[in-house]
């Protein structure tokens, strides 16, 4: 019975046989063109091709896919393929053209909640670090069903998904930002912060501190809406990671703005200054492992109570908050296995001073003298020496 593929085996010793050196090159036969062709075909994928099938799936109503046998895991397999496709910035920009954005941000409405996360996925990794994909979600009105799910979806991942393709949404694209200002999504990341979910909430306070460091003025707008006294309860939270973005926003909040304003955190907040001596006290009993994990921490919580009470923390006095040796210079990495003959050429003087002494011969350019003048010369030199033997014995 004949296998199903390519005759994988058969490919390589043709190849070997028309590569290896041993026969002298020739064209090849029309059979063996067409076989060789139809064996890597049968193994290439049309990227564009496959993205318009996808297409025409994600078109088709939900009704019509079910009554063809068509489930849920099936099409969350396919978003996954999708997701594979747009990796790549042209296809995430192709997706456009060939009809496949429109459909994808429908299925941030998706009855199944697996769905609408998945949506959220694909359009995270459409828009990430891609502005011509970002605009053309914007123009689709993509944002605004993904402010819906981040605000007010009972499924708390398909919150945090949505929160996810916002951030990357929204990143470096001032548009974006000004959408999501101005429809109240600071007030739907005070939500977030409240949320049971660790992950939902690190997402919520990452977006928040690169929104008060793109944007200065926000400062008071957050301040108003009560985030720092939330940022103050996360900020002991058993989690490392929430603990260290809860302190880099308030950190963000208390460094003075280039206008020379700032929000004044350790004025009449006696709580804050009881937050961080908590976590002076947390890292002073830390192993000497735990304390190199907490590099980030300490340094943060240093920052924040210079930035307050205009003083160094008891850390530096404590000796913890550069431990020994992480202000040493890194390695010499490079020198050590990428060392260009140049470098070292330039860090031995001597062989440069040598080089420079020993000059070569310099080579003559240009037809030399024939052998009847070089033959007159020999001899006018020989009679020029002993002329003067002759006078030097006289």
Same mark, same amino acid.
């Given at each position: 019975?004949?296998?199903?593929?390519?005759?994988?085996?058969?490919?390589?010793?043709?190849?070997?046989?028309?590569?290896?050196?041993?026969?002298?090159?020739?064209?090849?036969?029309?059979?063996?063109?067409?076989?060789?062709?139809?064996?890597?075909?049968?193994?290439?994928?049309?990227?564009?091709?496959?993205?318009?099938?996808?297409?025409?799936?994600?078109?088709?109503?939900?009704?019509?896919?079910?009554?063809?046998?068509?489930?849920?895991?099936?099409?969350?397999?396919?978003?996954?393929?999708?997701?594979?496709?747009?990796?790549?910035?042209?296809?995430?920009?192709?997706?456009?053209?060939?009809?496949?954005?429109?459909?994808?941000?429908?299925?941030?409405?998706?009855?199944?909640?697996?769905? +609408?996360? &998945? $949506?959220?996925?694909?359009?995270?990794?459409?828009?990430?670090? #891609?502005?011509?994909?970002? @605009? %053309?979600?914007? !123009?689709?009105?993509?944002?605004?069903?993904?402010?819906?799910?981040?605000?007010?979806?009972?499924?708390?991942?398909?919150?945090?998904?949505?929160?996810?393709?916002?951030?990357?949404?929204?990143?470096?694209?001032?548009?974006?930002?000004?959408?999501?200002?101005?429809?109240?999504?600071?007030?739907?990341?005070?939500?977030?912060?409240?949320?049971?979910?660790?992950?939902?909430?690190?997402?919520?306070?990452?977006?928040?501190?690169?929104?008060?460091?793109?944007?200065?003025?926000?400062?008071?707008?957050?301040?108003?809406?009560?985030?720092?006294?939330?940022?103050?309860?996360?900020?002991?939270?058993?989690?490392?990671?929430?603990?260290?973005?809860?302190?880099?926003?308030?950190?963000?909040?208390? +460094?003075? &703005? $280039?206008?020379?304003?700032?929000?004044?955190?350790?004025?009449? #907040?006696?709580?804050?200054? @009881? %937050?961080?001596? !908590?976590?002076?006290?947390?890292?002073?009993?830390?192993?000497?492992?735990?304390?190199?994990?907490?590099?980030?921490?300490?340094?943060?919580?240093?920052?924040?109570?210079?930035?307050?009470?205009?003083?160094?923390?008891?850390?530096?006095?404590?000796?913890?908050?550069?431990?020994?040796?992480?202000?040493?210079?890194?390695?010499?990495?490079?020198?050590?296995?990428?060392?260009?003959?140049?470098?070292?050429?330039?860090?031995?003087?001597?062989?440069?001073?040598?080089?420079?002494?020993?000059?070569?011969?310099?080579?003559?350019?240009?037809?030399?003298?024939?052998?009847?003048?070089?033959?007159?010369?020999?001899?006018?030199?020989?009679?020029?020496?002993?002329?003067?033997?002759?006078?030097?014995?006289?």
């Amino acid at each position: 019975m004949a296998k199903d593929g390519p005759n994988w085996d058969g490919l390589l010793k043709w190849s070997l046989a028309h590569s290896d050196g041993t026969r002298s090159t020739r064209n090849l036969s029309e059979e063996d063109r067409r076989w060789f062709m139809e064996a890597m075909q049968s193994q290439t994928v049309d990227v564009i091709k496959r993205m318009k099938e996808i297409t025409l799936v994600m078109q088709t109503p939900e009704q019509v896919l079910e009554s063809q046998g068509v489930t849920p895991q099936d099409i969350e397999d396919m978003l996954d393929e999708l997701q594979e496709h747009v990796e790549s910035i042209d296809m995430a920009n192709d997706l456009h053209s060939i009809g496949g954005l429109a459909p994808l941000l429908g299925y941030l409405k998706n009855s199944l909640a697996n769905i +609408r996360a &998945k $949506a959220a996925e694909v359009v995270t990794t459409i828009v990430q670090n #891609n502005p011509q994909s970002q @605009q %053309l979600v914007m !123009e689709a009105n993509g944002l605004e069903p993904l402010l819906s799910n981040f605000a007010s979806d009972p499924d708390v991942t398909v919150r945090t998904k949505a929160l996810g393709a916002i951030s990357s949404l929204i990143r470096h694209n001032r548009p974006g930002i000004e959408a999501f200002r101005l429809a109240n999504g600071y007030a739907a990341l005070r939500d977030a912060l409240g949320s049971e979910s660790v992950k939902f909430q690190r997402k919520a306070l990452n977006l928040i501190q690169y929104l008060l460091n793109e944007n200065a003025s926000d400062c008071s707008v957050v301040d108003k809406l009560g985030f720092p006294r939330i940022m103050l309860h996360l900020a002991s939270s058993e989690d490392p990671d929430v603990r260290e973005a809860a302190l880099r926003g308030l950190l963000e909040l208390a +460094r003075e &703005k $280039a206008d020379g304003s700032a929000i004044k955190l350790g004025e009449d #907040n006696e709580k804050l200054k @009881q %937050l961080l001596g !908590e976590r002076i006290k947390g890292i002073s009993l830390m192993s000497p492992e735990d304390l190199g994990a907490a590099r980030e921490e300490r340094h943060l919580v240093d920052s924040l109570w210079n930035a307050c009470y205009n003083e160094p923390s008891s850390l530096r006095d404590k000796g913890l908050l550069v431990l020994p040796g992480e202000d040493a210079p890194p390695p010499d990495v490079a020198s050590k296995h990428f060392e260009p003959s140049l470098r070292a050429w330039a860090a031995n003087p001597a062989s440069k001073k040598s080089s420079v002494e020993q000059k070569e011969t310099p080579l003559l350019l240009g037809q030399g003298p024939s052998s009847e003048a070089t033959s007159n010369q020999d001899t006018s030199m020989s009679e020029a020496d002993a002329n003067g033997q002759t006078n030097a014995s006289q």
